[in-house]
């Protein structure tokens, strides 16, 4: 049977006071906040944010904000899963202290005017080419989310790799007090990364779906055993074509920096891969 503690209804803030109030009476006694930022429709691969989040801090926070500010005119937004109901239910479930979810008028309220324009890692010419606004949206939204919350760790999810390399070194250019920390891909037992844009896979294009992680998995090998990396990228580039998808991008690079690489012997290496099937756009990496 579960804990009492873990079947309390986490503490809801939609107010700016609400979550400031909220946040005081959980910092009592000096403990310590771990945020966990969402878009919601949460699956196990939030849970697993949630359960390292717990580890790290006394206290935790689950932020759910779908963010109009990251993507683009042509992009989700409207679409984008929205489970309120079933997302409450499951932090409920692990034992979360505090959702914060605010109305997009309570992040953006008329005149707001102030947009970060992340560098570096933000440049590196992978998501970024693909989605040239959405890092600034990230960035402006997650540098919100830390001065409203004032969290002492914020986890977030490997599988959007360069997105956790850009908000480390926000925190860090910015002396926000933040410890960023990253955690493993979930992924369902096929290997497809878990993602809430999954659902909109066919059933189909879910089959093809496994053929990312495989590939890296595959490249990541050849590497490994010395193989030259524009040799593997092209054998990739080509397996992934071949089962359906439209390739944005699969690159070797610096692990830290993100940068381009020639050889195994620049890394650490980390793969990131990013293609379309149907309208549904994925993506992953593996350290190599
Ligand atoms: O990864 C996400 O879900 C979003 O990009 C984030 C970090 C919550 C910012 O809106």
Known sequence: MPSKSKTRRPRLAHTLPALHR?????????ASLALVPTM??????????????KRRANKVVVSIFVNPAQFAAHEDLSSYPRTWKEDV??????????????????????????????????????????RPHFFGGVATVVCKLFTQTRPDF???????????????????DLDLRVKVVGAPVKRERDGLAMSSRNVYLSAEHRAAAPVLFRTLKECATRLRAGDAVADVMRDGGQEVTNAGFALDYLDARHAETLAPVTSP?????RLLIAAK????????????
């Open 265 to 269: 012997k620049d890394g650490p290496l």
């Open 40 to 53: 919601g429709a949460l699956h196990d691969g939030h849970l697993s944010l949630v359960r390292l989040a």
């Open 22 to 30: 909220a946040i005081a009476e959980l910092r009592r006694r000096n």
């Open 154 to 172: 914020a986890i977030f999810g490997e599988k959007d790799y360069q997105q956790l390399k850009v908000v480390t070194q926000m925190s860090r």
């Open 89 to 130: 239910a499951k932090l409920t479930a692990e034992g979360v202290d505090l959702i914060w979810n605010p109305a997009a008028g309570i992040m953006y309220p008329d005149g707001f005017a102030t947009r970060l324009a992340p560098e570096g890692p933000a440049s590196a010419g992978l998501e970024d080419r693909i």
């Open 277 to 288: 099937i149907g309208s549904t756009r994925l993506i992953d990496n593996i350290k190599v």
